[in-house]
Structures are given as structure tokens and as C-alpha cells.
T-cell receptor
Framework: AQKVTQAQTEISVVEKEDVTLDCVYE???????LFWYKQPPSGELVFLIR??????QNEISGRYSWNFQKSTSSFNFTITASQVVDSAVYFC???????????FGTGTQLKVEL | DTGVSQNPRHKITKRGQNVTFRCDPI?????LYWYRQTLGQGPEFLTY????????KSRLLSDRFSAERPKGSFSTLEIQRTEQGDSAMYLC?????????????FGPGTRLTVL
């Protein structure tokens, strides 16, 4: 069985601070895919990034960066110089190779204040 | 390029009534998924279609739930004899198996309230 743990329920930061959202996953499959989605107050899940189990390269996209470490089964997400518009619930998700469903964590509510 | 659309966006019903939700996937996507999300939780998988075939169903999908995708395009999710525990956001997602990334893109959801 697969499991995704997002231990941080809620994080509050002041604008321009850096913030890291943690994600720990569990799976026995050797091929799997990890995702981050953003859910703003409007409710729609917005895809941010996908990572394959065989590619441990970290990735940076503008103010967003992701740190994938198989040794610790973690796929953490960092927002640099946070902005109020980053306020949302962020979900980490896992899909195993050959499978179809996404297994989501419980999400981290990020609040960025002025 | 239109995204995934869902109708209605909100539905309020009385316990015991039947409700039906519709999902229109991204036009070139042949895979379609339904998820349910309750307050403070992440989405939970309900069912999956490849074209018109329903290939996987979660044990969360009780006998009162039925999903169809008759022509491999839009899908409907019906809940019969609704219960208060069915109150949730119902999310639809689609993806394409012709694209190696096969990333699921989500619609805005249908929020169901059962009184």
C-alpha cells in the first residue's frame, strides 16, 4: 500500500520569507511518480510538478524548487520569497508505476501575510 | 485550450435523493478519474476510466455510487439515496496515455451538501 505524509498542517509566514513544505512517501514499488498540486480557495487543484523515481535531480522553476531524496523518501517543496498569492493548500501525491490512482497527503495550508 | 469542466459546481440536496454530476475532460484525454475530497483531507480515489471502460473502482465506491463514460468523452457520477456522509467535494481529472508524463489535470469540482 502507498502512503503520503504531510506532517505540517498549517504554516504561516510573512511575505518574502522562504518556506519549505515537507512530504514523505511510502511505497514498495521501485517505479513511482511524485506530484505537487496547489489548491487555492477557489478549490481547483493546480498541477505544479511531477518527478519520476529514477530521476533524483532537483528542480527549480522561478521561485519554486523541489528536493527529491530517495534515501529519506522525501519530496520537499520550497517557495523562495513567498508572496500573498502563494496562500493555498498544497498537496503532495504519489502514483506507482503501472497504477492509475493518485494517493494524496492531507495537505499543508500555507498562509502568507503582509 | 479548455481545461476539465464539471457541472454543477454546487449541489444541495435532501437525504435520500439521487444526484448526478457531470465531468467533461480535456478533449484529447482518454483517461478520466473521479476523486472525493472531504474537509481537511486530500482527495481520495473513487474510480478510473480508460476511454469508455471503467477499469478500476475503489472500495469507497459503495453500491449507491455509479459512474459512466458511455462514449469515452464526458462522464457522469450518480449517487443514489444520498446520505449526510456523502457531503464532500467531488473532483474529476483527466490525462492522456499518449503523453509520457500522463499527468492528471483536475476540474473545479462539484461541492455536494446533503441536508
Amino acid at each position: 500500500a502507498q502512503k503520503v505524509t504531510q506532517a505540517q498542517t498549517e504554516i504561516s509566514v510573512v511575505e518574502k520569507e522562504d518556506v519549505t513544505l515537507d512530504c514523505v512517501y511510502e511505497t514498495r514499488d521501485t517505479t513511482y511518480y511524485l506530484f505537487w498540486y496547489k489548491q487555492p480557495p477557489s478549490g481547483e487543484l493546480v498541477f505544479l510538478i511531477r518527478r519520476n523515481s529514477f530521476d533524483e535531480q532537483n528542480e527549480i522553476s522561478g521561485r519554486y524548487s523541489w528536493n527529491f531524496q530517495k534515501s529519506t523518501s522525501s519530496f520537499n517543496f520550497t517557495i523562495t520569497a513567498s508572496q500573498v498569492v502563494d496562500s493555498a493548500v498544497y498537496f503532495c501525491a504519489l502514483r506507482v508505476g503501472g497504477g492509475n490512482k493518485l494517493t494524496f497527503g492531507t495537505g499543508t495550508q500555507l498562509k502568507v501575510e503582509l | 485550450d479548455t481545461g476539465v469542466s464539471q457541472n454543477p459546481r454546487h449541489k444541495i440536496t435532501k437525504r435520500g435523493q439521487n444526484v448526478t454530476f457531470r465531468c467533461d475532460p480535456i478533449s484529447e484525454h482518454n483517461r478520466l478519474y473521479w476523486y472525493r475530497q472531504t474537509l481537511g483531507q486530500g482527495p481520495e480515489f473513487l474510480t478510473y476510466f480508460q476511454n469508455e471502460a471503467q477499469l478500476e473502482k475503489s472500495r469507497l465506491l459503495s453500491d449507491r455510487f455509479s459512474a459512466e463514460r458511455p462514449k469515452g468523452s464526458f462522464s457522469t457520477l450518480e449517487i443514489q439515496r444520498t446520505e449526510q456522509g456523502d457531503s464532500a467535494m467531488y473532483l474529476c481529472a483527466s490525462s492522456s496515455d499518449s503523453h509520457w508524463l500522463d499527468t492528471q489535470y483536475f476540474g473545479p469540482g462539484t461541492r455536494l451538501t446533503v441536508l
